[in-house]
């Protein structure tokens, strides 16, 4: 024992007396930085990895929903026009899921399988569009094939919804998959339901915002703006207009942000603080328009604890609201619940000879607490681009007449009359009718002066609200 610490002390020595002993201890330095660094590069680029995948996942899911979607609404299409462009909306939206299922670490039989599937809507959904354009109806045979090619993207929507699903919650990783390959991908079939795929859909459905838009949101715009009425105010008058909209007896302060200009509509914006809130960090943001002094915008974030309100008294609630604030004849349409609080599309009825109208371009989105039914949001951006009574189209054809254009196998459950905005800016006279094929419902649009089949919407009943696509 003495002779091996006589050695080491000589070692130690040897070391210090030529200098090597700080050399060492630099070395060792340097081995367990550079350690430290690879371990580190190597878990960023396994979370960017992982990222990716996550990302290309998402969109493999959501593309395979929208694949599913116009697949659904090719079987109702009853003109060769509408047909033709459902189809190609198949056609591009399978194209871009298989493009992002390409991106994927897994090459199992299931996933192969999916691939095969979707390169089979693609060319299909094509070679049937390019039928339609040369204004050939679909037969009987193509029709049944559109079916089952619908049935199966139902199929795959719930699988990759629930395996969505598992991997978010961090019950499987990117890497257990590449292992595990089938296997994994067979378990999660088999653990689907009709119940768990309704609870799991609302991840696909919620957007970002105050609210979801709804039907023909996306024409809320016009150039016009022929719901923005007035002359121009100054910031003290639309503070003025804020605090009667808000209740000056719920207010404990408000300040100004001033004028935004460069805007669709220059507004004038506040942040108001209530008296009866305690958190410091929730208030009320708020929008007035500087022509005419209009409420655009209205928002306030606070918790809501309980869900006492039904979505029955939500929408009555709504719509005694919007009376009182001076828009009359507005119905709800159509509705999305996340946290205790309905967002509701309100679309203004102009009334008529024998019925009300819908006009779906002057929409207006309110927020409402389910708690005890305080409206804490509104946006009205369409409602203010296109409010005006419209002078209508005439109908030259009846609505009964209309009916032979629909899909034999439509039953109706309602019909009327409702203007619709297109893509060029311009609005269509349509007859409206809400109707089912095997448990699907559908809205379907058929000019009233053409005959035309202008626009199929299919209705998503979620958990969470009454959605359209």
Not at 4 to 22: A, P, T
Not at 87 to 100: D, G, I, K, M, P
Not at 296 to 316: D, G, H, K, S, W
Not at 375 to 388: A, K, P, Q, R
Request: charged content about 25%.
């Amino acid at each position: 024992m003495g002779k091996i610490k006589e050695k080491l002390y000589d070692w130690k020595n040897r070391l210090q007396d030529r200098h090597m002993f700080s050399l060492v201890i630099t070395l060792v330095t340097v081995i367990a930085v550079l350690g430290l660094y690879t371990y580190k590069r190597e878990r960023q680029f396994k979370q960017t990895t992982e990222n990716n995948y996550n990302m290309a996942f998402f969109e493999l899911v959501s593309y395979v929903e929208n694949v599913e979607t116009y697949l659904a609404k090719s079987l109702i299409s009853s003109t060769p026009e509408h047909g033709a462009e459902t189809l190609t909306h198949v056609w591009r939206e399978a194209n871009l899921a298989q493009s992002y299922l390409a991106r994927l670490p897994i090459g199992t039989e299931e996933l192969a399988n999916t691939s095969k599937f979707l390169n089979q809507v693609s060319d299909y959904s094509f070679s049937l569009s390019r039928k339609n354009i040369y204004n050939e109806k679909l037969t009987q045979d193509d029709l049944e094939n559109l079916k089952q090619l619908h049935t199966y993207s139902v199929e795959l929507e719930n699988t990759l919804n629930q395996l969505f699903t598992d991997i978010n919650e961090g019950r499987i990783k990117w890497g257990e998959l590449t292992h595990k390959g089938s296997s994994v991908l067979v378990s999660q079939v088999s653990n689907i339901s009709q119940d768990s795929f309704s609870n799991l859909e609302e991840n696909f459905h919620e957007y970002s915002g105050l609210i979801y838009d709804g039907a023909f949101s996306e024409h809320l715009t016009s150039v016009e703006k022929r719901g923005l009425t007035g002359e121009n105010i100054e910031e003290e008058q639309a503070k003025q207009i804020a605090r009667e909209f808000i209740g000056n007896d719920k207010i404990k302060e408000i300040n100004s942000n001033g004028l935004s200009e460069n805007t669709d509509m220059p507004c004038y914006d506040f942040k108001i603080k209530l008296k009866e809130e305690k958190d410091k960090d929730n208030y009320i943001i708020i929008s007035i328009t500087q022509k005419g002094g209009h409420v655009l915008f209205m928002n306030y974030n606070r918790q809501v604890e309980a869900e006492v309100i039904t979505q029955e008294q939500a929408n009555e609630i709504g719509k005694e609201f919007l009376n009182n604030k001076g828009f009359p004849n507005m119905k709800e349409t159509y509705y999305l619940k996340q946290s205790g609080v309905v967002t509701v599309n309100y679309a203004y009825n102009q009334p008529s000879e024998n019925q009300e109208i819908v006009i779906y371009p002057d929409l207006i989105k309110l927020k409402i607490a389910l708690d005890n039914g305080e409206i804490l949001g509104i946006e009205t951006t369409g409602y203010l681009n296109s409010h005006t009574e419209r002078k209508l189209a005439s109908t030259k054809i009846s609505i009964e007449e209309a009916k032979k254009n629909l899909n034999k196998n439509l039953e109706i459950k309602s019909e009327g009359l409702a203007i619709i905005p297109t893509e060029f800016k311009t609005e269509l006279l349509c007859y409206e009718f809400k109707g089912t094929i095997e448990g699907t419902e559908f809205l379907i649009y058929i000019n009233v002066e053409t005959g035309k089949e202008e626009d199929i919407l299919v209705i998503k009943n979620t958990p969470n609200g009454t959605l359209t696509m």
